[in-house]
C-alpha cells in the first residue's frame, strides 16, 4: 500500500463483511452477491477510475462485482493468488486451519504457533503486532481470529448457486485488463486453475511470486508490490487511478 501511495496512486483499504474491523452480518449472511454488493457500495464514494485489489475471497468478490456490473465496476483487475476454480485440497486445508482453532487462544505466542503450524516454510516473524490486529479478546480472555465463526458452519458449495459456478457464469463479462498474482509454492492455484483462467478471461496476465505461499502479500510483500505497481503502470499513469484493496482480514499466515 504504501509503495503504491509513494507513486502517486490513491489507495483504500476496507475489510469485507464479518472481516477485521468490519460488523458481522446479523442473518450471517457471507454469500459473494452480499460481497460484491458491499463492494459496489464502497465504489460509489469513489471518484475517477479505480483498480480492484483482491486478495482470496477478494479478488473472488472483485471479479463477480466486475462481471455483475455495467458498466464495469472498475477499469482494472489483480486477483492475489485466486482464480475461478482453486485447488480442492487447499482449499480445503484453509477451512480445516480455520475450523480447528473454535476454541481460540490463551495468548499471543499460542497464536503464533498455530500460524508456524499451517506456514511451515514462513520465517517467524520478529513482531507479532500484525498477528495481534488480526485477533479480538473475547469475554473470556481468550484470543479469537477476527472473523465472524458463522462463516464457517456454511458448507462450501451450499449458495445458490456456489461461488465458483457464480464465478464461472460471469467470466465472459470480465474484459478489463486482469493481472493474477501467484504463489509459486500456493496450494490454492494451480496449473490448471491458471489454465482455465486465461482461457475464459484470455487479457489475463499472470505474475507469479515464486518463494510465496497462498498469502503472498505476507510472504513477499516487496515482490508482491512491485508486481501491483507494474501493472498499474503499463495500464494507469500514476494519480488518474485509485487502487481499492478487497481484503479479507485474515490472519497473515
Excluded at 77 to 85: C, G, K, T
Excluded at 158 to 173: C, F, G, K, M, Q
Excluded at 213 to 237: E, I
Aim: proline share 7%; aromatic share 6%; glycine share 10%.
Amino acid at each position: 500500500m504504501h509503495r503504491l501511495v509513494g507513486q502517486g496512486y490513491g489507495v483504500i483499504n476496507y475489510d469485507a463483511r464479518g472481516h477485521g474491523d468490519s460488523a458481522w452480518s446479523p442473518v450471517a449472511n457471507y454469500t459473494i452477491q452480499a460481497l460484491a454488493a458491499d463492494l459496489r457500495a464502497i465504489r460509489e464514494t469513489v471518484r475517477g477510475p479505480v483498480a480492484l485489489v483482491g486478495a482470496s475471497m477478494g479478488g473472488m468478490t472483485s471479479f463477480y462485482a466486475i462481471g455483475t456490473s455495467d458498466p464495469p465496476l472498475a477499469q482494472a483487475l489483480v486477483m492475489v493468488d485466486i482464480v475461478l476454480s482453486i485447488a480442492q485440497e487447499g482449499g480445503q486445508r484453509i477451512r480445516r486451519f480455520m475450523q480447528g482453532h473454535d476454541k481460540g487462544f490463551a495468548d499471543l505466542e499460542e497464536a503464533r504457533l498455530a500460524v508456524a503450524a499451517y506456514n511451515p516454510d514462513r520465517p517467524a516473524p520478529k513482531d507479532t503486532s500484525g498477528l495481534r490486529k488480526n485477533l479480538r479478546q473475547g469475554e473470556d480472555g481468550r484470543l479469537y481470529w477476527h472473523w465472524d465463526p458463522l462463516m464457517l458452519r456454511m458448507p462450501p458449495g451450499s449458495e445458490p448457486p456456489s461461488r465458483i459456478d457464480a464465478l464461472l457464469a460471469v467470466s465472459h463479462r470480465v474484459t478489463v485488463p486482469t493481472l493474477v498474482i501467484r504463489g509459486g509454492r500456493s496450494d490454492i492455484v494451480n496449473d490448471e486453475g491458471i489454465e482455465e483462467m486465461q482461457r475464459l478471461v484470455p487479457q489475463t496476465e499472470i505474475y507469479e511470486v515464486p518463494a510465496a505461499g497462498h498469502m503472498v502479500a505476507g510472504d513477499q510483500n516487496d515482490m508482491f508490490s512491485a508486481g501491483v505497481l507494474s501493472f498499474l503502470q503499463r495500464h494507469f499513469p500514476a494519480g488518474t487511478t485509485n487502487a481499492l484493496e478487497a481484503m479479507n482480514g485474515n490472519p497473515d499466515l
